[in-house]
């Protein structure tokens, strides 16, 4: 999607919201104001709408994303809540807090959104605009920062243009936000709570609120945006650039390469990132003792693809 002429910018009135929520329903991403910063949303619960996401952003490898609800039973559908996360949500939801939680049972979350973890990140939102525009699509959405991967991120709409011009079909404008950086992200155990990310929530906040003392992320593991990327890896030893499996392979194809089951068997790179986790994952429950990957070429999406498949296949 580099059409010049895009993104349209259209006030975030109810008409407005409707035509978001309709580009939301077909697949498309969408940029809109948060209390935080604008974020780029899209459907949730598709891979395919998760994968165009990391396409407009360019964002270098396939990082945990942020689903946002807007009540406590959608984001009880999503995670497991244990009474501590329950309690955090009564104390500062709607707001600027995001947490990472297990992922529930049947949980409808594509697996790119989590980066194959087996945790979620869930945030209810307090401004107007995105709580209508999760309503009115019907579901949750993921919603990283509506900008290119590496620069500022946005505050106001003129600042989303510079950035994806030409990449996505449309920015709500709501004026600027009224926070300014990113939610705070915690990991919410049965009795802890490790800081992730900083934000406008503070661990002095959190501690008020429960009486826990907040403890650091555990150095070198990774549950949340903004963390360095290495998330899930197969349990097996993984081959890349194969064009045949050899003995005791499980060979993952792309395009001409069938092997025993397809990234996307017409090359195409948005249903390769969106079946990515869900494959490997499948791989690995498979009797074949390794997994062999095939070719997938470096442009657009494809170099986020080779930088996940890289990183699982580094020795451990």
């Known amino acids: 999607m580099s059409d010049?002429?895009?993104?349209?910018?259209?006030?975030?009135?109810?008409?407005?919201?409707?035509r978001a929520a309709g580009l939301i329903i077909e697949g498309?991403?969408?940029a809109v104001p948060s209390e935080t910063v604008y974020g780029l949303a899209a459907d949730a619960t598709s891979g395919e709408a998760v994968a165009t996401i990391y396409a407009a952003k360019g964002r270098p490898g396939f990082n945990p994303l942020i689903v946002h609800v807007t009540d406590l039973s959608a984001a009880q559908a999503i995670a497991i809540m244990s009474p501590l996360a329950q309690r955090l949500a009564h104390a500062f939801w709607p707001g600027p807090l995001t947490m990472v939680l297990?992922?529930?049972?049947?949980?409808?979350?594509?697996?790119?959104?989590?980066?194959?973890?087996?945790?979620?990140?869930?945030?209810?939102?307090?401004h107007p605009i995105m709580r209508a525009l999760i309503a009115a699509a019907g579901r949750p959405l993921a919603a990283p920062s509506a900008n290119a991967s590496g620069t500022i991120?946005?505050?106001?709409?003129?600042?989303?243009?510079?950035?994806?011009?030409?990449?996505?079909?449309?920015i709500l404008d709501g004026g600027p936000t009224a926070v300014g950086i990113e939610s705070t992200i915690i990991g919410v155990d049965e009795n802890e709570i490790r800081l992730l990310r900083e934000g406008p929530i503070t661990a002095s906040d959190l501690t008020a609120a429960t009486g826990l003392e907040?403890?650091?992320a555990i150095p070198g593991r990774i549950d949340a945006p903004g963390?360095?990327?290495?998330?899930?890896?197969?349990?097996?030893?993984?081959?890349?650039?194969?064009?045949t499996a050899q003995p005791d392979e499980y060979l993952i194809g792309f395009g001409p390469v069938a092997g025993n089951i397809s990234l996307s068997a017409t090359g195409d790179l948005i249903e390769?990132?969106?079946?990515?986790?869900?494959?490997?994952?499948?791989?690995?429950?498979?009797?074949?003792?390794?997994?062999?990957?095939?070719?997938?070429?470096?442009?657009?999406?494809?170099?986020?693809?080779n930088d996940r498949l890289r990183r699982a296949a580094a020795p451990r």
Do not use: W
Not at 4 to 18: E, H, K, M, R
């Open 4 to 18: 010049p002429s895009f993104p349209v910018i259209l006030p975030a009135d109810s008409a407005g919201i409707a």
């Open 28 to 30: 498309k991403p969408v």
């Open 102 to 126: 297990p992922i529930a049972p049947n949980s409808p979350i594509a697996g790119l959104v989590t980066a194959g973890l087996p945790t979620v990140a869930v945030r209810m939102p307090a």
């Open 153 to 170: 991120s946005p505050t106001c709409a003129s600042h989303v243009a510079r950035s994806l011009a030409g990449r996505i079909p449309m």
């Open 214 to 216: 907040i403890q650091a």
């Open 227 to 243: 963390q360095l990327s290495s998330h899930y890896a197969p349990a097996k030893p993984l081959r890349l650039n194969a064009l």
């Open 272 to 305: 390769a990132a969106a079946r990515l986790f869900a494959l490997l994952h499948s791989a690995d429950e498979q009797a074949e003792r390794r997994i062999a990957v095939a070719p997938i070429p470096t442009i657009g999406l494809g170099a986020a693809i």
